[in-house]
């Protein structure tokens, strides 16, 4: 139960640092920061301490579909606007939410029947390439990444933490239940990406969250990385070690070069104009 508790608060303090990261920084700083592995450590943990090594490798080796999923959830909002002129937060929470929901399903039911045929290692590796592919295709032609200009309300940063904390909560008790593969999906259920995106709508305008969606995409990539180092770490080296290898072997081979390429395709881009 412990383990539960801490997971969620620990991921309800950095879900509420990513919108203040994205608002101070810009869309490409500020995303890359906020898809660093972050609620991923305490949900791999919670899930490695609750449900051992072997549900922690199912968990773990669907994260980058799941990290997948949430990149489509993200795009939406950069998609739909652009098909429909004068869409509303509300509309667009709505339809980002309805997609996601419809593509968790279909990915579930895949994914599940895909373990059967394919090694969980297998199908990780197949998710984060699927992954990167998506995110460099979206940030190719770099959106405008503008800084906030306003500040995100107290409550809305709160009411983004609880919704974080919830999510990895229930994921981290769902994998004690013998539940790794719905854990996994929880674990990434886009309450930050959601709750970034309706922040920041709210107080800055639709530019601000749009201008960080591609970055957060591409960004994203860092946690699949983690997912698959997870489960050979963590039993490995145990739990404090097991997690910095995986940390920093996520930041140093994804989150830097995510940070790179966006800078060098403004650059480009910029100097074309």
Known sequence: MYSVLLAALFAGIVAILVTVAIEKWGGIIGGILGTLPTTIVPATIGMYVEGGSDDLATSMSLIPFWMLLNALFVASWVVYPRMKEGVTLAQMTIVSLGFWSVLAILMTISLTEALNYFSENAVGVAGLVALLGLGIWMTWVPQKAPKGT?????KVLMMRGLAAATAIGIAVQLSSMGQPIIAGLASVFPAIFLTTMVALWVAQGSDVPTGAAGPMMLGGSSVAVYSLIA??????????????????????STSIPAYSYLRWRQSYLSQID
């Open 231 to 252: 489960p050979w770490a963590l039993p490995e080296y145990g739990i404090l070690i097991g997690t910095l290898i995986c940390w920093f072997s996520a930041v140093i």
């Open 150 to 154: 306003n500040s995100v309300t107290v």
